[in-house]
């Protein structure tokens, strides 16, 4: 069953609250954004998409999430509770094949995960939205938070998340796919260890970036990170390739996924759709 994400008056798991009292004005705040109330109020809105005809919103008034804690799937996940949007997330299982209902496709017709529909998206009409990278870049905006206003350093935290989906993303997939599942009955090991050099030659770009700043942005914390954090993670953890690309040597990007891990957003993102 979906996990209903609870107004942000709730002290629960299911949203992030923002500290009391006086903090860091971060380089996002001020943005003028399209979002109406960040306290979202019960109305009675209409879903009219097919999607809910598979998957019923028990809350149409809320965005509304369709995704698996991947590492891709993560990303939304950590980034809702980041902002502390209220949302409602439709757990869709890949292994059953849900992400080919015709229902799931008539919101991402490239039938991956994961997708969302926002009924208050921007002048107040419903989007529709899939690819990771976009939903990231559109919730920023939505919410002001997490990537700078200033155009030159917008566009370079833009950059870096292509970074992420054009290459940490496949090619970490691909270590995956070679070292933890099918591909790791192959007696041929040139395809693994070809990945996994690409892998570690990724790692030690990040680990060089991570040197002098704590976050990938000398700004702080942005969707670059949120982006890479559960690729990172998963292939150290669940992918069983720390020792294969050599994970050890990258002082930097360890530190930077333990301060990433150790954020309770980013704990609690993790587990949106697990069950």
Same mark, same amino acid.
């Given at each position: 069953?979906?996990?209903?994400?609870?107004?942000?008056?709730?002290?629960?798991?299911?949203?992030?609250?923002?500290?009391?009292?006086?903090?860091?004005?971060?380089?996002?705040?001020?943005?003028?954004?399209?979002?109406?109330?960040?306290?979202?109020?019960?109305? +009675?809105?209409?879903? +009219?998409?097919?999607?809910?005809?598979?998957?019923?919103?028990?809350?149409?008034?809320?965005?509304?999430?369709?995704?698996?804690?991947?590492?891709?799937?993560?990303? @939304?996940?950590?980034?809702?509770?980041?902002?502390?949007?209220?949302?409602?997330?439709?757990?869709?299982?890949?292994?059953?094949?849900? +992400?080919?209902?015709?229902?799931?496709?008539?919101?991402?017709?490239? *039938?991956?995960?994961?997708?969302?529909? /926002?009924?208050?998206?921007?002048?107040?009409?419903?989007?529709?939205?899939?690819?990771?990278?976009?939903?990231?870049?559109?919730?920023?905006?939505?919410?002001?938070?997490? =990537?700078?206003?200033?155009?030159?350093?917008?566009?370079?935290?833009?950059?870096?998340?292509?970074?992420?989906?054009?290459?940490?993303?496949?090619?970490?997939?691909?270590? *995956?796919?070679?070292?933890?599942?099918?591909?790791?009955?192959?007696?041929?090991?040139?395809?693994?260890?070809?990945?996994?050099?690409?892998?570690?030659?990724?790692?030690?770009?990040?680990?060089?970036? =991570?040197?002098?700043?704590?976050?990938?942005?000398?700004?702080?914390?942005?969707?670059?990170?949120?982006?890479?954090?559960?690729? @990172?993670?998963?292939?150290?953890?669940?992918?069983?390739?720390?020792?294969?690309? *050599?994970?050890?040597?990258?002082? +930097?990007?360890?530190?930077?996924?333990? /301060?990433?891990?150790?954020?309770?957003?980013?704990?609690? *993102? =993790?587990? @949106?759709?697990?069950?």
């Amino acid at each position: 069953m979906s996990r209903l994400a609870e107004p942000l008056e709730a002290p629960c798991d299911a949203h992030i609250r923002r500290s009391p009292g006086t903090q860091r004005k971060e380089p996002w705040e001020g943005v003028r954004t399209f979002r109406r109330d960040d306290r979202v109020k019960e109305q +009675n809105v209409t879903l +009219n998409h097919s999607i809910f005809t598979r998957w019923p919103a028990k809350h149409p008034d809320r965005l509304q999430l369709f995704s698996l804690p991947t590492p891709n799937g993560v990303k @939304v996940g950590i980034m809702l509770e980041e902002t502390g949007l209220a949302y409602e997330p439709h757990r869709i299982d890949i292994i059953a094949n849900e +992400n080919q209902d015709s229902a799931f496709l008539a919101l991402n017709p490239n *039938g991956k995960i994961p997708a969302i529909f /926002d009924p208050n998206g921007p002048s107040g009409r419903p989007l529709a939205l899939f690819e990771s990278g976009a939903i990231l870049i559109y919730l920023a905006d939505k919410t002001g938070r997490f =990537l700078s206003s200033d155009p030159n350093t917008r566009y370079e935290t833009i950059q870096w998340l292509m970074w992420q989906m054009g290459g940490v993303g496949p090619m970490f997939g691909q270590v *995956g796919f070679f070292n933890k599942f099918a591909g790791k009955a192959y007696e041929d090991k040139h395809p693994r260890d070809r990945y996994a050099t690409e892998s570690a030659r990724l790692l030690g770009v990040l680990d060089e970036r =991570l040197a002098t700043r704590q976050w990938v942005m000398d700004y702080g914390y942005s969707i670059a990170d949120i982006s890479l954090l559960g690729w @990172v993670r998963n292939l150290i953890g669940f992918y069983e390739a720390r020792e294969l690309v *050599g994970f050890d040597r990258f002082n +930097n990007v360890q530190r930077w996924l333990d /301060d990433g891990l150790s954020r309770p957003a980013v704990q609690r *993102g =993790l587990q @949106v759709t697990a069950a």
